[in-house]
């Protein structure tokens, strides 16, 4: 399956099968933003990432995936 990474937005969007047509009606979107977002061409905003959350019914927590790959580092206290 090669290193590609895996989407969350899709993932959860798969799961509930809402098509990206769907989403972006629900959030006012433009299909094609939504679409950039499915295929990691670009990444939603947090205000974005807060309102997929509500139309998915998640934690935004499913949608950010957060790994040592990643560049951004959590310091735990």
Not at 9 to 30: C, F, H, P, W
Request: aromatic content about 2%; proline content about 4%.
């Amino acid at each position: 399956m090669g290193n590609k990474p895996l989407n969350r937005i899709k993932v959860m969007m798969a799961e509930r099968m809402i098509s990206n047509k769907e989403l972006a009606k629900s959030l006012g979107k433009d299909p094609t933003t939504v679409s950039k977002w499915v295929t990691n061409t670009s990444q939603p905003t947090l205000e974005n990432l807060i309102e997929l959350a509500k139309v998915l019914k998640c934690d935004i927590g499913d949608l950010v995936r957060m790994d040592e790959s990643s560049n951004i580092k959590i310091q735990k206290e």
